[in-house]
């Protein structure tokens, strides 16, 4: 189940799967988030997307949790969630990288995120399906190092400030 974060992410990126958010926000709610859009969110069916769409903001501020206002913010939480995916092996590098692709698409390819170290996978679904190129393992090997990379820039953002002693 993803977390609220991870939703709120996809909400700025436009990939929201509107249809499972009520059951997560039910889960949200097991988990001690409380307010009454997110109540209300987690009664609805989920067969109408606006209604789940129009609900979400506040459910996700319920949750403590803030939309992302930058794509590349986004981008950032949701290459982060694809890299961890990927190296404890609950999804395969193909799947990532076409991932990868949709979440630049949606971008419109903004530098920003092109910049990320998943997204300097950049064009990789073209070379893994053309068949030109690199070999499959020399693709897996390419995507899983920018997996790596991904979890350690997301490491290093997520450290605590140090503080120098004089």
């Known amino acids: 189940m993803p977390s609220p974060t991870l939703v709120a992410a ?10 499972r958010i009520p059951r997560w926000a039910a889960f949200w709610l ?8 997110l109540i209300e969110l987690a009664g609805l069916h ?7 769409r129009d609900l979400l903001p506040a459910a996700l501020a319920e949750c403590r949790v803030a939309v992302p206002a930058a794509e590349a913010a986004a981008a950032m939480e949701t290459f982060t969630h694809l890299a961890q ?4 092996g609950r999804a395969g590098e193909r799947w990532i990288v076409d991932k990868v692709a949709e979440i630049l698409r949606r971008s419109g390819y903004a530098n920003e995120v092109i910049a990320l170290p998943l997204g300097q996978l950049y064009d990789l679904d073209d ?4 068949g030109w ?12 190092q920018a ?4 979890l350690r820039l997301a490491a290093a953002h997520q450290a605590p400030p140090r503080t120098e002693r004089t």
């Open 133 to 144: 190129g690199r070999t499959d393992a020399e693709l897996r090997t390419v995507t899983r």
């Open 10 to 19: 996809w909400l700025t990126l436009d990939m929201v799967p509107a249809e």
């Open 85 to 88: 995916l990927c190296v404890e």
């Open 127 to 130: 070379e893994w399906g053309a």
């Open 46 to 52: 989920g067969d109408d997307p606006r209604e789940v």
């Open 147 to 150: 997996c790596d990379d991904q």
């Open 30 to 37: 097991v988990d001690g988030c409380d307010g009454p859009a």
